[in-house]
């Protein structure tokens, strides 16, 4: 279990502002399944390591995005 700091938080943030952005093409509502998700990690407080997972997979295709956007 990882609990959330400040850092972790307003990461946290920014990928769902990420997401929200990509929603609009969305066809499978896989993105706002994640969103969801996001939020319910938020709301804990923490994060378990499956968890962990999902969010570093976000990460990389996050920073893939800003990758190939600049």
Do not use: C, P
């Amino acid at each position: 279990m990882t609990k959330l700091d400040s850092d972790l938080e307003k990461y946290l943030t920014k990928l769902d502002n990420w997401l929200k952005v990509q929603q609009k093409t969305d066809l499978t509502n896989i993105i706002e399944a994640s969103r969801v998700r996001i939020t319910k990690i938020q709301e804990k407080g923490y994060y378990i390591d499956k968890e962990r997972d999902f969010l570093n997979e976000l990460r990389r295709q996050y920073i893939e995005d800003k990758k190939s956007n600049n």
